[in-house]
């Protein structure tokens, strides 16, 4: 890497980490407040309710993808007046979006709701009410991104940090609130998540118009900027429709096939995945911007070492926090929650699975978006991910259960990521060879010595707080033992080493 472009990488990274550490903690504690406040009944409710709106999601994905490439595209080039003009219509183009979605979800919506879900009739209210405010976090979700996209774009990692931090602490307000209100605990959780909604678009919109006197908003249209976001969104669409509905359609099948219960097991293990995907963020965040700005820039070579970097450090750094929490999730769980849904342990499980297999191509699927060039690429994911919706529907018609159905879901995953390596050698010039060897091979062998070494122990020694102190240690020191002295070459470990936290910890260690 670059030297001033590897300093920033790693300043981005040390404040996401430490942003990742407070919301992993708070964020967790909130999930077993909550939890208890509702009971699993009114938790699945919640979760199954949630998938209707957003199961609209693709469409606000789609844009998204296009408003943060243009951005940090024309931030490469240095186009300033290009900057603005894509700022004002990606505000214009999702309040626009914002105002469809919210006519959509009232008129489709409500009749699923109604009569399309396995809610007992006695809590139909409570959850309509659930669902209208559901929607209006949703609409504010969608006005956010483009003032996110910005501070991403501009690389204000230490402002993103704050703002999250200052979100899961709101969200845990609302979750004592809940707890202690007299009023139906279902309502007053989706009403208070709109508020905490409401609450971080301002912050996000006050610091756009104070800090970035370069991309501010104007009354402008641009209808070929829109032709131009429509063509990278409709590629773009694809993918995330794929996505969303597979995601969003694991819960309304668990549902018709699985009841409530597993409902709120499956929302306990979106939970936890939410705050691994959190820390995949933490890292992928930080290298995004570079990706797309090497691209731009036409730095090809620190372009391809910069994913070949990436995808490694990615996987290992997931490995390093799922596998002790994947050895130990029973206990894990019975320390967070108490009492949780059987089927929740297994659940996350199977999750991981996926999550691990998405960590390693985030790198491949941000150097797509920085070409421009989606087509191809898209229509090939598209093809390979939805054949999970048919796979799973129809295992579990046959009987098959909910964990089984997870991981024919994380199998699809893999040949996908399995096809995009493949293409990438066609659309970036990937040395497929120097790839699997550098990558692929290089994580195989952690995860093949590190995963069976960590659940060995875990199953000798029990499901204890001796259990989980003895594998977890284990699979941190193999994982970050071999990561650090087997994994990364001479430049990858400089790099890790400049990150504030993880450096002081190497520099403690290898001294």
């Not at 609209?56 to 951005?71: C, D, K, Q, S, V």
């Not at 796979?391 to 199998?411: P, Q």
Request: proline fraction near 3%; include cysteine.
């Amino acid at each position: 890497m670059a030297g001033a472009d590897s300093v920033r990488v790693a300043k981005n990274t040390g404040y996401l980490f430490l942003r990742m550490i407070l919301v992993l903690i708070v964020g967790l504690y909130t999930s077993r407040v909550v939890l208890r406040a509702l009971g699993f009944t009114d938790f699945g409710i919640y979760n199954v309710v949630g998938s209707v709106v957003v199961f609209f999601g693709f469409l606000r994905l789609a844009l998204t993808n296009a408003t943060y490439r243009y951005i940090v595209y024309a931030l490469g080039t240095g186009d300033t007046t290009g900057l603005r003009r894509t700022y004002s219509m990606a505000i214009n183009c999702h309040v626009i979006l914002a105002a469809a979605l919210l006519v959509i979800l009232e008129a489709i919506g409500i009749p699923v709701v109604r009569s399309g879900l396995n809610i007992p009739p006695e809590r139909l209210p409570a959850a309509m009410w659930a669902y209208q405010f559901s929607i209006l976090t949703f609409v504010f979700s969608i006005l956010q991104t483009p003032f996110n996209s910005n501070v991403i774009a501009h690389e204000k990692m230490n402002f993103y940090a704050l703002v999250s931090i200052v979100e899961v602490l709101l969200k845990l307000g609302l979750a004592f609130i809940v707890a202690s209100t007299g009023f139906d605990k279902l309502i007053m959780y989706a009403m208070l998540l709109t508020a905490s909604a409401v609450i971080v678009f301002l912050f996000y919109v006050v610091y756009c118009k104070i800090r970035f006197k370069d991309c501010v908003f104007e009354f402008y249209w641009d209808g070929k900027l829109v032709k131009e976001f429509a063509s990278y969104s409709g590629w773009s669409l694809l993918v995330n429709a794929a996505d969303v509905s597979i995601t969003q359609l694991i819960s309304i099948f668990f549902n018709l096939f699985l009841g409530v219960i597993a409902n709120a097991a499956l929302g306990i293990a979106n939970q936890v995945i939410g705050q691994l995907n959190s820390f995949m963020g933490t890292f992928t965040q930080a290298f995004d911007p570079q990706i797309i700005k090497s691209y731009a820039s036409g730095r090809k070579d620190y372009f391809i070492n910069l994913i070949y970097s990436t995808s490694k450090i990615t996987f290992l750094l997931m490995l390093f926090i799922c596998l002790p929490l994947a050895a130990n999730i029973d206990f894990v769980l019975r320390i967070w929650l108490g009492d949780y849904p059987p089927d929740a342990p297994v659940f996350i499980k199977a999750i991981i699975v996926y999550v691990l297999i998405d960590s390693f191509q985030s790198p491949l699927w941000q150097a797509v978006h920085a070409t421009g060039k989606l087509k191809v690429h898209q229509i090939l994911m598209f093809c390979v991910k939805i054949l999970a919706i048919p796979a799973m529907f129809f295992a579990l018609k046959l009987g098959a259960d909910g964990a089984t159905a997870l991981l024919i879901w994380a199998a699809v995953n893999l040949v996908s990521a399995v096809v995009r390596t493949i293409y990438m050698k066609t659309l970036i010039g990937l040395d497929l060879k120097k790839y699997l060897k550098e990558v692929v091979l290089i994580i195989s062998f952690v995860a093949v010595i590190a995963v069976p070494t960590a659940f060995l122990l875990s199953n000798w020694l029990g499901s204890n707080l001796k259990s989980f102190l003895v594998s977890s240690t284990a699979a941190v020191l193999i994982v970050g033992g071999l990561t650090y002295f087997v994994a990364l070459n001479s430049k990858e470990r400089e790099i890790l080493a400049s990150l504030p936290v993880i450096g002081r910890v190497l520099k403690f260690v290898t001294r």
